[in-house]
Nanobody, 126 residues
Framework: QVQLVESGGGLVQAGGSLRLSCAVSGRFFSRYASGWFRQAPGKEREFVAAINWSGGSTYTSDSVKGRFTISRDNAKNTVYLQMNSLKSEDTAVYYC???????????????????WGQGTQVTVSS
C-alpha cells in the first residue's frame, strides 16, 4: 500500500517562500511519477506541477511557472515543491499525488494519479 504524507505548509506573507515535502511510503518509489495539485475554497482541484520518476523532466502550470519548482529525492522517497514569490492567490490546500508509471514521463491530469496525500494548507497573507 502506498501512502503519501505532505508537510511544510503554513502561513506566509506575500512575496515569501515555503517548501512543501511529500514523503511516500511503499516500494518502487523510483518508478512512480509524482505531482502537486491545489484546491482553493469553492474551486476545483487544479494542477500545479509534475515530475517523472527519474526527476529529469518536470512541468509546471502557467500560473506558477518561474515561481514554483518541483523536485524529488528517490533515495529519501520524497517529492518537494519549492514555492517562491508567493501571492495571495496561491492560498489553497496542496496535495501530493503519485502514479506507478509504465514509462519515465510526467502526468498533469488528476485522473492519471492513483495515490493522494491528505493535503497541507498554505495561506498567503497580503
Amino acid at each position: 500500500q502506498v501512502q503519501l504524507v505532505e508537510s511544510g505548509g503554513g502561513l506566509v506573507q506575500a512575496g515569501g517562500s515555503l517548501r512543501l515535502s511529500c514523503a511516500v511510503s511503499g516500494r518502487f518509489f523510483s518508478r512512480y511519477a509524482s505531482g502537486w495539485f491545489r484546491q482553493a475554497p469553492g474551486k476545483e482541484r487544479e494542477f500545479v506541477a509534475a515530475i517523472n520518476w527519474s526527476g529529469g523532466s518536470t512541468y509546471t502550470s502557467d500560473s506558477v511557472k518561474g515561481r514554483f519548482t518541483i523536485s524529488r529525492d528517490n533515495a529519501k522517497n520524497t517529492v518537494y515543491l519549492q514555492m517562491n514569490s508567493l501571492k495571495s492567490e496561491d492560498t489553497a490546500v496542496y496535495y501530493c499525488a503519485a502514479r506507478r508509471a509504465g514509462a519515465d514521463i510526467w502526468y498533469s491530469e488528476i485522473q492519471w494519479y492513483d495515490y493522494w496525500g491528505q493535503g497541507t494548507q498554505v495561506t498567503v497573507s497580503s
